[in-house]
C-alpha cells in the first residue's frame, strides 16, 4: 500500500514543508514502497556545478519488476493496457497485467536471441500500437536503454539520433496509420539506416501487412522471431543510477540533445507524481493521449501508470478522424475516468460543432489533464465547461522532458486551481524565480525565470555523450540551481503560471524546436544563404514557425521557392517542423557584431510593428522597413 499520495491541501502542505525541512527522509520513505531487489546505501548525493546527482546510490531494482512483476498478485487479472486503434471499426485490444507481463517477456526474449545486452542502446520507431509499448518495457527488462523516436520524425533525424546514441537495433512497424493516411514507416527506417553503421538488426513488427523491404542478416519480422520465445524473462538487476533510456528534444542549439533518465530515480517519481497530481484510484480508466514518442507518452502513459497498477489506455489515432468527436467517443466506450491531453488538441476540437462533444455523456471523467504549452484562458474554460461539465478539475501539468515527471500543477481536488496557471509544486519539487542577474525573486506578485533549487529524483543526470552541454544548457546560467528556459509569473497568492519559452526553443502544439535547428535545416536548401526563424502566436499550434530567408537570387517563383523550403524542413526534420510563413528578404537586422536582433524578428512575426524599439544599433536600419512591408503583404505561405 502507497503512503505517499496526499488527499487534502493540510496533507499537501505538511507533505511540502517535510520535503523542504527533510527531503532525503521525506524521498526515501517514498522509495521504500518500491520493490528493490537491494537498499540504497545513500538517498541523495549532488552537486549543481558538475553537475553530478544520483538518487538512491547502491540500491538495485528492475523498474519492470514494479510495472509488472509486483501487482502479479494482487492485480494480474486486472487490465493493465486497452489498446484502441485508429479505425473505430477495427476491433480493440485488452491486455491484463498477467497478459502484459508475458508479452514484455516475450519480447524481451526476441531482443535477447538478436544479440541485445545491458547497456546496448535500442532505437524504437513505432507507431502507437501495443508492441511499442511491450518493446519500451522489454528494454527495460533486460537493461538495454531505449530511445524511442517519435515516428514523425524524418530519416536524417532517425539518423542523427541513432548515431549519437550508438544504438545497435531498431525495432519499427511495417507502416503506421494516422487518420485517413497509412505512412511506409519501414521505408523511412532504410532510409535513415544508409547512414547509420552501429545498427546491427531490425526487428520489424506488421501493423498494415505491407510487403516492404527486407535486408538479409540484417532485418526480421518480429511475428517470425517471437514464436518459440518463452514466456519467462528474469528481469536484469541494475543499478538505480543505470541509464533507463534516453529520449532526445531540441535546445537551442541546432542539435538536438539525448536527455538520460536512470532507473531508480525516475521509478519513484513517476508513480509519485501520477498519483498525486490524478488523485488516481484503483477502479480508475485512465487516458494519457500523448505518443510514446515524448516524454509524456513515457511517464504518464507507460511507466506512471503501470507502476500504480492503473488500467491505461493507449490509442492509435488522432483527435480528428473520423471525426471531431472522436476522443469523446473513446472516452465513453471505455468510461475513462481521467484523460490528459496537450492544449492544442483542445483548441483544435474547438473550432469544431459543439455537438462533436455535446453529443457524448462523458459522465465517466473526473479528472482532466493538460500538458505541454501553456492553456488559454479560452481553451481551459472550454476543456472545463463543455468536456468536465464543470465537474472535472483541470490539472495544469508543467514540466519538461529533462524534468522525467510533473514538477508544477494543482493536485486533483486537493490543491487550488486557477485557469491558464500551474499553479504550486508537488512537495518534493522547490522553484524559484530570479531576475536577470540571477537573484531569487521572493516576493508574490512578480515575474521572472523559473529555476529549480533541489534535485528531485526524475531529474535528468547528463545529455548522452556530452556531459558539458548538460551543464552548459541547464546548470551554468544560474549558479547552483537548475534553469529550466522558461519565464513564469507568480501571483499574489503564490500561484505559478508558465509563460513560455525565454530561449531559442519555439513549442509549437507542444513540440520543442530549437530556432537553429530549423535554421540549419532551411539553410540546406541551395538557393538560400541565411535564415532566422522565431514563434508567432498560432491559434491551434500555440506557437507556429515563421522563417525569414536570404536567398542567393531573387527567386523567379516565391511560390515555388517556398514548397522548396518546406519540402527540405520535412526532408531534414519531420512534418511537425514544418514553417507557418516563409518571408524572403534581402537582409536581416543584424547588430554591428553581426548579432540577429530576433526581438525585431518576432514583433514583425506577431504583427506588432508600430513600435519596434531602437534600430539605430543596426548595420543597416533600413532592412527593417522592407521586412514590415514585405510582412504586411505576401510572407504568407
Ligand atoms: O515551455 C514549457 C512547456 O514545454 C516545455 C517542455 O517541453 P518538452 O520537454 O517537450 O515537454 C513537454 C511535456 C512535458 C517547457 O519548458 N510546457 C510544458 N508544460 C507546460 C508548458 N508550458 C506551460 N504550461 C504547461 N503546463
Known amino acids: 500500500m502507497t503512503n505517499f499520495q496526499v488527499k487534502t491541501y493540510d496533507e499537501y502542505q505538511q507533505a511540502y514543508q517535510r520535503s523542504l525541512e527533510d527531503p532525503e527522509s521525506f524521498w526515501s520513505d517514498i522509495a521504500s514502497t518500491f520493490t528493490w531487489r537491494k537498499k540504497w546505501n545513500t538517498t541523495l548525493e549532488w552537486n549543481f556545478e558538475e553537475p553530478d546527482v544520483k538518487w538512491f546510490k547502491g540500491g538495485k531494482l528492475n523498474i519492470t519488476e514494479n510495472c509488472l512483476d509486483r501487482h502479479l498478485k494482487t492485480r494480474g487479472n486486472k487490465l493493465a493496457l486497452i489498446w484502441e486503434p485508429n479505425d473505430p471499426k477495427e476491433r480493440f485490444v485488452r491486455y491484463t497485467y498477467r497478459e502484459l507481463h508475458e508479452k514484455v517477456c516475450q ?23 501495443p508492441e511499442l509499448a511491450f518493446a519500451v518495457l522489454a528494454c527495460a527488462r533486460i537493461g538495454a536503454i531505449h530511445s524511442v523516436i517519435f515516428a514523425g520524425f524524418s530519416a536524417v533525424s532517425m539518423a542523427d539520433r541513432i548515431n549519437d546514441a550508438g544504438a545497435k537495433m531498431v525495432l519499427t512497424s511495417d507502416g503506421l496509420n494516422r487518420g485517413a493516411k497509412q505512412i511506409p514507416v519501414k521505408r523511412v527506417v532504410d532510409e535513415a539506416l544508409e547512414t547509420c553503421p552501429t545498427i546491427e538488426k531490425v526487428i520489424v513488427v506488421e501493423r498494415l501487412g505491407w510487403a516492404v523491404n527486407m535486408v538479409e542478416g540484417r532485418d526480421v519480422w518480429y511475428h517470425d522471431e517471437v514464436k518459440d520465445v518463452s514466456k519467462e524473462c ?19 542549439t541546432g542539435k538536438p540533445k539525448g536527455v538520460v533518465h536512470t532507473c531508480g530515480g525516475y521509478m519513484v517519481y513517476a508513480e509519485y507524481s501520477f498519483r498525486n497530481v490524478f488523485q488516481y484510484e484503483e477502479s480508475d480508466i485512465y487516458w494519457c493521449t500523448a505518443d510514446i514518442g515524448w516524454i509524456t507518452g513515457h511517464t504518464y502513459l507507460l511507466y506512471g501508470p503501470l507502476l500504480a497498477g492503473a488500467t491505461t489506455l493507449m490509442f492509435e489515432g488522432v483527435p480528428t478522424y473520423p471525426d471531431m468527436g472522436r476522443f469523446w467517443q473513446v472516452c465513453d466506450k471505455f468510461g475513462v475516468t481521467i484523460f490528459y491531453t496537450a492544449p492544442t488538441a483542445i483548441r483544435s476540437l474547438m473550432g469544431g460543432d459543439i455537438d462533436d462533444v455535446l453529443s457524448y455523456s462523458l459522465d465517466s471523467l473526473r479528472v482532466l489533464g493538460s500538458v505541454g504549452e501553456p492553456i488559454n484562458e479560452e481553451a481551459w474554460h472550454w476543456y472545463h465547461t463543455h468536456v468536465g461539465k464543470e465537474r472535472c478539475p483541470v490539472v495544469d501539468t508543467w514540466w519538461q522532458t529533462e524534468t522525467g515527471g510533473i514538477m508544477i500543477s494543482t ?3 486537493v490543491t487550488p486551481m486557477k485557469p491558464s496557471h500551474a499553479t504550486l509544486p508537488l512537495p518534493g519539487v522547490h522553484p524559484i524565480l530570479v531576475d536577470s542577474d540571477g537573484k531569487e525573486i521572493t516576493e508574490n506578485g512578480v515575474e521572472g525565470h523559473l529555476c529549480i533549487k533541489h534535485p528531485w529524483p526524475s531529474m535528468i543526470r547528463t545529455t548522452y555523450g556530452d556531459h558539458e552541454r548538460c551543464r552548459l544548457s541547464y546548470f551554468s546560467t544560474y549558479k547552483g540551481l537548475y534553469f529550466t528556459g522558461d519565464g513564469a509569473k507568480r501571483d499574489e497568492n503564490g500561484l505559478y503560471r508558465i509563460i513560455g519559452r525565454v530561449d531559442d526553443v519555439i513549442n509549437v ?16 536548401n541551395n538557393h538560400v544563404i ?16 515563421y522563417a525569414f530567408v536570404i536567398c542567393k537570387d531573387k527567386p523567379e517563383n516565391e511560390e515555388w521557392l517556398r514548397a522548396e523550403i518546406i519540402e527540405t524542413v520535412v526532408e531534414k526534420i519531420g512534418k511537425i517542423a514544418r514553417p507557418d510563413k516563409i518571408q524572403i528578404v534581402s537582409g536581416l537586422p543584424k547588430t554591428r557584431s553581426g548579432k540577429i536582433m530576433r526581438r525585431i524578428l518576432r514583433k514583425v512575426a506577431e504583427g506588432d510593428v508600430s513600435n519596434l524599439g531602437d534600430t539605430s544599433t543596426l548595420l543597416d536600419p533600413a532592412v527593417v522597413d522592407e521586412i514590415v512591408e514585405g510582412s504586411l503583404s505576401k510572407a504568407k505561405v
Do not use: W
Not at 535564415?531 to 491551434?540: I, Q
Open 107 to 129: 519480447f524481451a526474449n526476441v531482443l535477447k536471441k538478436n544479440g541485445v545486452q545491458k547497456g546496448d542502446r535500442v532505437c524504437i520507431y513505432m507507431p502507437m500500437i
Open 234 to 252: 528474469p528481469a536484469e538487476i541494475m543499478d538505480a543510477e543505470d541509464m533507463l533510456f534516453i529520449l532526445y528534444t531540441s535546445g537551442s
Open 411 to 413: 493536485l486533483a481536488n
Open 509 to 524: 502544439s507542444g513540440h520543442r524546436f530549437g530556432t537553429a535547428e530549423i535554421e540549419e535545416a532551411i539553410n540546406h
Open 530 to 545: 541565411e535564415s532566422a526563424v522565431v514563434g508567432f502566436p498560432h491559434d491551434v499550434k500555440g506557437q507556429g514557425i
